[in-house]
């Protein structure tokens, strides 16, 4: 007859098994993964932009030798290699790269947006001759003969399918009065910063 006590001794069978704090192996590759799709994005990036990037030497080096390479197989095995580099890196150091590629996007968006911008302002200027005397009075400095021609022109572009050369000439002057603009807007804020430092 079976003893209906026996293995209840009070304890459960895995209660000794040592606990493994370790990440299991699917989260591992989720994580390694992850850095090789972090390492292409700087592979993919503009040169200076990754020079400016803060992570250690070895590791741009890898990329921008990475950058470097056209052969297929050898590329291949190059960014093999940036993501062996982007795995000894610790968790901070992740993080500043990752928050740096995110500022790129949200630079990039912004650059868009205002591109957008500059596009809908000169379909005005086009379509209403009002959006040029604003554009005069936020910018006495313009020559409004040459922006009444370039309208002009632009318009029997559009109406006659021609080349945009007019068209794109008015984008152009609008794009760099935006940067007059953003450049006097950051002068203004230094010398604020310079005022404010000079106060204390």
Request: glycine share 4%.
């Amino acid at each position: 007859m079976p003893n209906p006590n026996r293995g209840s001794v009070g304890f459960q069978s895995n209660e000794f098994e040592p606990e493994y704090d370790r990440p299991s192996k699917s989260e591992l590759k989720r994580q390694s993964n992850e850095l090789q799709k972090l390492g292409e994005q700087l592979v993919d990036a503009p040169r200076d932009r990754v020079k400016r990037v803060p992570m250690p030497d070895d590791v741009r080096d890898a990329i921008l030798t990475c950058q470097e390479i056209t052969n297929h197989e050898g590329r291949r095995r190059a960014l093999q290699f940036v993501g062996k580099k982007m795995r000894t890196l610790d968790e901070e150091e992740v993080a500043v790269i990752q928050r740096t590629i995110d500022s790129w996007k949200g630079a990039s968006k912004a650059e868009t947006a205002a591109l957008h911008a500059l596009e809908r302002r000169r379909e005005k200027l086009l379509a209403d001759d009002k959006a040029l005397t604003v554009l005069l009075e936020e910018n006495p400095e313009l020559d409004v003969q040459h922006l009444r021609t370039l309208i002009r022109n632009a318009r029997k572009e559009v109406a006659e399918s021609k080349p945009p050369k007019a068209y794109r000439e008015i984008f152009q002057i609008l794009k760099d009065l935006g940067k007059k603009k953003k450049a006097a807007a950051e002068e203004d804020a230094e010398e604020a910063d310079d005022e404010s430092d000079d106060e204390q």
